[in-house]
């Protein structure tokens, strides 16, 4: 099957930083969405994104579907952001279930 | 906007008792998943449906779980019974077009059902 690995595995950041997260897949992908799980466990559609680019406040992300990776930026972080991110993939088969990557755990502090 | 209902929230039983968790779509939604997700790990689908059929469930531990979306639109995922590895994070999500279909569409999560088998 895929395989989705995500880096890097933690990341710790102060407030105000910049940071980017990547997301490798061995194989083609039919849809690819960022995630970012709160504290809670909720999870929340940051993009769907299966190349391209696109912006969305302070986050944007780039998928480079030929190359077999996405990436997330994060500007000008705040302690909200803290959570796990995850990036996720459809492909082949007959399903549409995600498949999803290892994650990367963030903390922004103040 | 529109959201995916879970209920409850959180759930604590004991090993040998029986669970249940429910669902509610977006409206208008054909395809429900159920995925559960364990600690410091991604979600993985257990369980697939457009409307009421079941598209996948190869991951779904049939022995002890059930689930079943009778009118095509909530959705119920039992346990019976409930064993200490299934602690866990269950969470569902829906998605606009029917299996079968594109591919390139976005899954809404609901909140998920935080579980505890003591």
């Known amino acids: 099957g895929i395989q989705v690995e995500q880096s890097p595995p933690d990341l710790i950041l102060q407030e105000g930083a910049n940071s980017t997260l990547r997301c490798n897949f061995s194989d083609s992908v039919n849809n690819l969405q960022w995630f970012h799980q709160n504290p809670w466990g909720q999870l929340i559609n940051l993009f769907y994104i299966p190349s391209g680019t696109k912006q969305n406040g302070r986050l944007s992300a780039t998928t480079v579907a030929t190359e077999r990776y996405s990436l997330l930026y994060i500007s000008s972080s705040q302690t909200t952001d803290s959570g796990v991110y995850f990036c996720?993939?459809?492909?082949?088969?007959?399903?549409?279930?995600?498949?999803f990557g290892t994650g990367t755990l963030l903390a922004v502090q103040p | 906007e529109a959201e995916v209902a879970q209920s409850p929230r959180y759930k604590i039983t004991e090993k040998s008792q029986a669970v249940a968790f429910w669902c509610d779509p977006i409206?208008?939604?054909?395809?429900l998943y159920w995925y559960r997700q364990i600690l410091g790990q991604g979600p993985e689908l257990l369980v697939q449906?457009?409307?009421?059929?079941?598209?996948?469930d190869s991951q779904l531990p049939k022995d002890r779980f059930s689930a079943e979306r009778l009118k095509g639109v909530d959705s119920t995922l039992k346990i019976q019974p409930a064993e200490l590895g299934d602690s866990a994070m269950y969470l569902c999500a829906s998605s606009l077009m029917p299996s079968g279909g594109p591919k390139q569409e976005t899954q809404y999560f609901g909140p998920g059902t935080r579980l505890l088998v003591l």
């Open positions: 409206s208008g939604h054909a395809t």
């Open positions: 449906f457009q409307d009421e059929s079941v598209v996948d």
């Open positions: 996720a993939v459809v492909y082949g088969g007959a399903t549409n279930k995600l498949i």
